[in-house]
């Protein structure tokens, strides 16, 4: 064989690797039927929410696709002294201006739901969360005393759909024992001539609309905006602002961003925000790693501290967004979605629960124990 031909096989081989259709996407979903504690879709979710009963639940924003995004939050409000918008108060040099977070009795805590449409794992998490919270058990039954008592100590923002669209738009309901490929169609979506996007060239079309684009993937709402890179002072989506809003009006002192991808669980460092935040979303990991182990879990690596820069510096993003309106502590979370790809991160449905559930464990004691220190946010 020449040198010649050998390279056309292999660039038909990589052109095949590198393409699928619709069709194909559809054909390689599994046949299986999810427990029942997996929570893959949001038809029904509403109805769901509906039953809640020891918290409130309010539509914050709708969708391109007319698809509400909901905020449930237990535990009373707190209301405390208020005089500026956060950046202000900080060229005050006193953040209490914006809201006086020491004058609260409890930690407030928000949990920002996929706004990726399938990262559905942290969609299954909050509502399993939520449920945690009503009845004292997850949704396979299981007694989570501990999670229900520290929970019970804070104030709770939960958005479980943050990209409804997205998550309407992803046919498998879970990623578990599929691959990587099956990951960037769902993801990231495709290119008109069928070939796959991938991560990190889907952000160079934003929106994600127009001739060039074929299957839009669950990063993006109907109208092909990622919420993670919406223009935050001149929104392209509903779903960011609403998002921030929450934030702005709760003051939180601890807030995620969930999101999935192929590696084992890890906190990743928050950008353009201080120092000082990112060695508590650090700390945090630290303590979160500690509990995976004791759980016989898997874990990442620990996010590290350092400034902003280099050739490709990180971007501003939704976690970013969250803290400069807010002043949370605040950091993006990545679960692994339990592929079969050689170099994932192998876990099962159960296991990926458990890590979310203890994900939200490790936050909220980490919660109290700051304010418990009276060092509440930042
Ligand atoms: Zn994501």
């Not at 943050?162 to 169609?185: K, Q, S, T, V």
Request: net charge negative; hydrophobic share 45%.
């Amino acid at each position: 064989m020449s040198i010649c031909t050998a390279a056309m096989i292999a660039l038909a081989l990589g052109a095949a690797d590198d393409a699928m259709t619709y069709r194909e996407a559809k054909s390689r979903i599994p046949v299986r039927e999810l427990p029942t504690f997996w929570i893959g879709d949001v038809a029904g979710l509403a109805a769901r929410l509906e039953r809640i009963e020891r918290g409130t639940v309010r539509v914050i924003a709708r969708s391109p696709g007319g698809r509400p995004l909901h905020l449930v939050a237990f535990g009373t409000p707190e209301p405390v002294a208020r005089a500026a918008n956060f950046n202000s108060a900080i060229g005050a040099r006193d953040a209490s201006a914006y809201l006086d977070k020491s004058a609260r009795t409890k930690p407030v805590v928000y949990f920002i739901g996929p706004v990726h449409g399938h990262e559905i794992e942290a969609l299954t998490g909050l509502v399993n969360l939520i449920e945690v919270i009503e009845t004292g058990r997850d949704l396979r039954g299981t007694e989570q005393p501990a999670l229900r008592a520290l929970a019970d100590q804070c104030r709770i923002l939960i958005v479980p759909d943050a990209n409804p669209d997205g998550i309407a738009r992803f046919e498998p309901r879970a990623l578990y024992g599929m691959d990587g490929r099956d990951l960037r169609f769902w993801g990231q979506g495709t290119w008109a001539d069928d070939s796959l996007c991938g991560w990190p060239e889907c952000k160079a079309l934003h929106p994600m609309a127009g001739p060039r684009v074929g299957f839009v993937g669950c990063y993006f709402n109907d109208a092909g905006v990622n919420p993670m890179h919406d223009e935050f002072t001149a929104p392209m989506g509903p779903e960011a602002p609403s998002l921030l809003e929450v934030a702005r009006e709760e003051g939180p002192d601890l807030a995620v961003s969930l999101h999935s991808f192929e590696a084992a669980p890890a906190l990743l460092r928050p950008a353009y925000v201080t120092t000082e935040v990112q060695e508590q979303a650090r700390a945090l990991a630290a303590a979160y790693y500690v509990l995976l182990e004791e759980r016989g879990l898997p874990h990442g690596g620990l996010p590290n501290v350092v400034p902003e820069g280099g050739l490709h510096p990180a971007p501003f993003n939704l976690a970013s967004a969250v803290y400069h309106v807010s002043g949370a502590t605040v950091f993006t979370f990545e679960c692994p979605h339990g592929l079969t790809s050689e170099k994932a991160c192998a876990v099962d449905l159960e296991q990926i629960l458990d890590i979310q559930l203890t994900l939200y464990e490790a936050m909220l004691r980490f919660a109290l124990d700051a304010i418990a220190s009276g060092k509440p946010g930042s």
